[in-house]
C-alpha cells in the first residue's frame, strides 16, 4: 500500500450533495476494490443550507482540516435560497458559502482555474457541424487578481453615486499563469486542427494597462518554451473565433474576469455544465469542482448529471498522481474518464441534459443510474 490521499469533500447544497455523493460510490463501488489506493474521504457539511441552520458556512474543524491537512478537496455546488426564495446571504452581501468557494482560492492561493473544454463522442454540441474531433482545449483563467480581486467600493453622495471595482494585474500573477499554461501545452498533443502545441493569450492589451503587463509576462515566459507556438487574441474576438474555429485552440490563458467569461463559453462549446469540470490549482494546495453551482431547479428530481463532478475528480486524481509523483492516482482518473466515455459513446444511459440533438430520443436516465452504468464499465 503506497501513501494515504487525505481529500477533504465538501458536498456544499442542492444538487452538490447529489453529485458528490455518487463520487463517493464511484470510489466505494470501483476505485477501493480494485486499485491499491488508500483515500480517506473527510466530508464536511457547508454552504448555504448549512448557514440557514447554523449562522456559519462551515464548522471550525472543516475549514482547519480543509485549509491545513486535506492533500486535495473536492467541492460540490453552494447556494441556497431562504424561506423567502432569495439566495442566502451574508451580512456582508456575499453569498452564504463565499468562504468555501472564494474564500480559499484566495486564502490558498489557488492561482489558476483550470477547466478542460473537451467535446466527448456522444455528447450534444449547439456548433452545427462541429465533432469530437473539433473541441479539445483547455481554459486556464488566473484566479486570484483582477476584477475579482475584493477592492471594490461605492460612493454614494447627494451629489454624485458611483461604484469601482480595482482591477490589479501583476508581473507576478501574469508570470505563474502562463507558466502554468506553457507547461500544459507542453504535456497535451496539440490543437484539434493542426496538432500544433499553442497556448493563445486572451486579453484586452490594445486598451487596458492590466492586459498590456500580462501579455508581457506571457512573451516573457515563453521565451523559455520555444517549441510551442505563441497566439494572440482580443476577448471580443476570441469568443467569435472559438465558435468559427474551435478546432485551432489546445490551450488558452486569459486574466480572472476575462477568463471567467470565456469559460463559460467553453462550457457551452462541450454540451453544457452537466459535463463541465474544473479545478482551482496552487502550488500546495487544489480545490476541484464541477463547473454548475447547486442547481435549485432541479435539486431532488435526479436529473443532475454526475459527469461533471466525477470528471472533476479524476482531474483530482491526475493532480495528486504528479504532486506526489504516484503513478497509482494518474493511472486512476484514466480509468474513472474511459469509463465515462465509453458511456457517453454509447449514448443509451445519459441525464435528461444529453437527451438533446441526435439523442432526443433517448429515455433518460436518473444520477444514480448514470453513476451505476459507469461503475459497470470501469469494473467490466
Ligand atoms: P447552476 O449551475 O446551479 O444551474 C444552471 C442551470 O444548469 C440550471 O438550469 C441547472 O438545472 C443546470 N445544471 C447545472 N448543473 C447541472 C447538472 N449537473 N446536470 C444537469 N443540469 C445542470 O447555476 P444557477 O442556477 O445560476 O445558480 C444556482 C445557485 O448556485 C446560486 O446560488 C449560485 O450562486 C450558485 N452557484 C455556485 C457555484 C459554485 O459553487 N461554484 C457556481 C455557479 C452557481
Not at 476541484?288 to 463532478?309: K, L, M, R, W, Y
Amino acid at each position: 500500500m503506497g501513501r494515504t490521499y487525505n481529500i477533504a469533500v465538501l458536498p456544499g447544497d442542492g444538487i452538490g450533495r447529489e453529485v458528490i455523493s455518487e463520487v463517493r460510490r464511484v470510489m466505494e463501488e470501483a476505485v477501493n476494490p480494485a486499485v491499491n489506493i488508500d483515500l480517506e474521504f473527510h466530508e464536511f457539511e457547508c454552504g448555504g443550507e448549512y448557514y440557514l441552520k447554523t449562522g456559519l458556512e462551515w464548522t471550525e474543524e472543516a475549514e482547519v482540516f480543509t485549509k491545513n491537512e486535506a492533500d486535495a478537496i473536492l467541492l460540490g455546488g453552494i447556494g441556497a435560497r431562504g424561506p423567502d426564495g432569495r439566495s442566502v446571504r451574508r451580512p456582508d452581501g456575499n453569498l452564504a458559502g463565499y468562504s468555501v468557494v472564494i474564500g480559499l482560492r484566495q486564502e490558498l492561493d489557488l492561482y489558476a482555474n483550470v477547466r478542460p473544454v473537451k467535446l466527448f463522442e456522444g455528447v450534444p454540441t449547439p456548433l452545427a457541424g462541429k465533432g469530437s474531433n473539433d473541441i479539445d482545449m483547455v481554459i486556464v483563467r488566473e484566479n486570484t487578481e483582477g476584477l475579482y480581486f475584493p477592492a471594490h467600493g461605492r460612493i454614494k453622495e447627494p451629489d454624485r453615486d458611483f461604484a469601482f471595482d480595482l482591477r490589479i494585474i501583476t508581473a507576478k500573477g501574469s508570470e505563474r499563469i502562463a507558466r502554468y499554461a506553457y507547461e500544459l501545452a507542453k504535456n497535451r498533443n496539440g490543437a484539434p486542427v493542426d496538432k500544433v502545441k499553442r497556448v493563445t493569450c486572451v486579453d484586452k492589451s490594445n486598451l487596458l494597462a492590466g492586459c498590456q503587463l500580462f501579455r508581457e509576462y506571457f512573451n516573457k515566459v515563453g521565451e523559455n518554451y520555444k517549441e510551442i507556438t505563441k497566439d494572440y487574441a482580443y476577448v471580443d474576438a476570441w469568443t467569435l473565433l472559438a465558435i468559427r474555429k474551435p478546432e485551432y485552440y489546445d490551450v488558452v490563458v486569459a486574466p480572472n474576469a476575462f477568463g471567467d467569461i470565456i469559460s463559460d463559453l467553453g462550457g457551452a462549446l462541450m454540451g453544457g455544465l452537466g459535463v463541465a469540470a474544473s479545478g482551482n490549482i496552487g502550488e500546495e494546495h487544489a480545490v476541484f469542482e464541477p463547473v454548475h453551482g447547486s442547481a435549485p431547479d432541479i435539486a431532488g428530481t435526479g436529473q443532475a448529471n454526475p459527469i461533471a463532478a466525477l470528471l472533476s475528480a479524476a482531474m483530482m486524481f491526475e493532480w495528486l498522481g504528479k504532486r506526489f509523483n504516484d503513478n497509482v492516482p494518474v493511472k486512476t482518473a484514466g480509468w474513472i474518464r474511459d469509463a465515462i466515455e465509453e458511456v457517453l459513446r454509447e449514448g443509451k444511459i445519459r441525464t435528461p441534459d444529453l437527451c438533446l440533438g441526435k439523442w432526443s430520443e433517448v429515455k433518460p436516465s436518473n444520477t444514480h443510474q448514470v453513476t451505476t452504468e459507469i461503475i459497470r464499465k470501469m469494473m467490466g
